[in-house]
């Protein structure tokens, strides 16, 4: 009978699709948002954007966690961007451009999105313009998580990430059930204090 992207929707739990649809039916009550997150790591974005996401029916365009998914996957978008991200640089425009413009596309973008690590560059600025004047639509808001200095060096010698999924962990705040690995895959984590050199540190 009917399917959704391959899956059978008889095969799907009644209360699961009750549940999703009285979701949808709350969320559309919701007005339309366009929201832009900045802050450096350890801001605290990773943590308030599922809370916004889920109050106000947004889906969560993080080019980070996108981008290391893609790697992890070995698809042709995460070969191309693997040797810029492994030496730290940035990921070609193009490329970021083209994964947010396919990303907003997806029907739980309907709502709106919260950009998250995008746009980083002048150029992506420039794109993420026109494709919304294209869409006849405009960011609503840009939220700048501005925080201390010697908060975030706290924070971030405290933070383990699992690099596929962009989980993180706090060794002191909330920390894993298992030292040093994942919740959910049981993979090892990564020190956000390696992977953010003391120089280039906020
Ligand atoms: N908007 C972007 N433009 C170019 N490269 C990006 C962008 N977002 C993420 N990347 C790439 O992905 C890597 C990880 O991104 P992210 O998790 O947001 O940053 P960081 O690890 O520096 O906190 C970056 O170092 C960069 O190589």
Redesign the pocket.
């Known amino acids: 009978m009917g399917s959704s992207g391959g899956v059978d929707l008889e095969d799907i739990p009644s209360v699961d699709l009750m549940t999703e649809l009285l979701g949808r039916m709350k969320c559309a009550t919701k007005p339309d948002k366009r929201l832009i997150l900045i802050g450096p790591?350890g801001s605290g974005k990773g943590t308030q954007s599922p809370i916004i996401k889920d109050e106000y029916c947004l889906c969560h365009l993080?080019?980070?966690?996108m981008?290391?998914a893609a790697v992890a996957a070995k698809n042709p978008l995460g070969l191309k961007?693997k040797e810029?991200?492994d030496k730290?640089?940035?990921?070609s425009?193009d490329l970021?451009v083209g994964i947010i413009d396919e990303a907003m596309k997806k029907p739980s973008c309907q709502k709106g999105f919260i950009l998250d690590?995008?746009?980083?560059?002048v150029v992506?600025a420039q794109k993420l313009d026109e494709m919304l004047a294209k869409q006849g639509t405009k960011i609503d808001k840009v939220l700048n998580f501005a925080i201390d200095d010697a908060i975030l060096e706290e924070r971030i010698t405290g933070r383990w990430i699992h690099p596929t999924s962009g989980r993180t962990y706090h060794s002191k705040f909330a920390p894993p059930k298992v030292r040093g690995t994942d919740d959910v895959t049981f993979e090892c984590l990564e020190s956000e204090s390696h992977?953010?050199p003391r120089s280039q540190r906020p």
């Open positions: 790591p993080a080019t980070g966690d981008l290391r961007a810029a991200m730290g640089e940035l990921v425009d970021v690590g995008f746009p980083r560059t992506q992977r953010h």
